[in-house]
């Protein structure tokens, strides 16, 4: 494009120039779509891996809280104390 001075002249009327296409956006926005999809993906699987290392971590403090009460506690059998635990699936 020529320059006049700091303006820079624009030929409005050029076929040369690529007009954009609705094929264009959608191709564009599709292209969005999978990474934002992508993007939440990663997300729920971090979330995922901190719930269940959450309930694991639940499920073992328990466990040693009810083992901890000693051999004349109300939970003295393993089997006992497991029956307590809530197990999350």
Do not use: C, H
């Not at 926005?29 to 993906?41: F, G, L, N, Q, V």
């Not at 499920?59 to 009460?69: E, G, I, Y």
């Amino acid at each position: 494009m020529p320059k006049a001075g700091n303006y820079v002249q624009r030929d409005y009327n050029s076929s040369s120039t690529r007009k954009s296409t609705w094929s264009d956006y959608n191709e564009s926005w599709k292209e969005k779509r999978a990474a934002a999809k992508e993007r939440a993906s990663q997300l729920r699987a971090v979330a995922n891996n901190f719930t269940i290392i959450n309930s694991q971590a639940t499920q073992a403090a328990t466990s040693l809280t009810f083992q901890n009460q000693g051999a004349a506690g109300p939970y003295a059998s393993t089997t006992t104390v497991m029956s307590r635990i809530n197990m999350l699936i």
